[in-house]
């Protein structure tokens, strides 16, 4: 199956910082990438959606302020939280497809971001 | 609306037995697609099984199994012959559309269930 590669992993960021997280496909071109947030054993929300050179799109209740998405190229999207809190602590994993991609959607691995 | 439910927060099975984990799902579209997804204490997403809803067989992939009941909008996975390596999280997930629009390939997830096999 394809790769989608995401980092880092964890990170651990000083409230009132900016952390950016990545997410790139390895072995294929991504034309759509999703970012999700979820918590604790709870279900995977979707944040956003991005496709290749334009604007996310956000859903209902997302802070498109607070969560810049960028999908400059086929291969990376980048999620950056600013002026992090410690509500903003969460495990954060995007996905990535491709024309003719039907049938699964791949993940990254996730970030788990802790706001101290 | 939930457009995903799992009804199952935890499920217990006995190592080598089968057990199965239900979801159903609402839509009116006539296309979409129906994902099961394990996600263990990792965090990553492992893709199990998929089912189109045009598909008249039930899909299969090794030991998992998708009950497709598409009356009854219910898309169960049924796990056979349980390994203490499939405890995990659980999910089932539906794709809605069939078009190659710009959110195509979006997924809504249900709530999860946790499975644990015992030895």
């Known amino acids: 199956g394809a790769v989608v590669s995401q980092h880092p992993s964890r990170v651990i960021c000083k409230s009132g910082t900016s952390v950016k997280i990545e997410c790139r496909s390895l072995?294929?071109?991504?034309?759509?990438m999703f970012w999700y947030r979820q918590f604790p054993k709870q279900s995977l929300m979707l944040m956003a959606t991005s496709n290749e050179g334009s604007k996310a799109t956000y859903e209902q209740g997302v802070e498109k302020d607070k969560f810049l998405i960028n999908h400059a190229s086929l291969t990376l999207s980048t999620l950056t939280v600013t002026s992090a809190h410690p509500e903003d602590s969460s495990f954060y994993i995007c996905?990535?497809?491709?024309?003719?991609?039907?049938?699964?959607?791949?993940f990254g691995q996730g970030t788990r971001l802790t706001v101290v | 609306a939930q457009k995903i439910t799992q009804t199952q927060p935890g499920m217990f099975v006995q190592e080598k037995e089968a057990v199965t984990l239900d979801c159903t799902y609402d839509t009116s579209d006539q296309s979409y697609g129906l994902f099961w997804y394990k996600q263990p204490s990792s965090g990553e997403m492992i893709f199990l099984i998929y089912q189109g809803s045009y598909d008249e067989q039930n899909a299969t992939e090794g030991r998992y199994s998708l009950n497709f009941q598409k009356a009854r909008k219910s898309a169960n996975l049924v796990i056979s012959a349980s390994q203490l390596g499939d405890s995990a999280m659980y999910f089932c997930a539906m794709r809605e559309g069939g078009g190659v629009g710009t959110s195509y390939g979006k997924l809504t997830f249900g709530q999860g269930t946790i499975l644990t096999v015992h030895p």
């Open positions: 072995d294929f071109q991504a034309t759509t």
């Open positions: 996905s990535a497809r491709s024309y003719g991609m039907n049938t699964e959607a791949f």
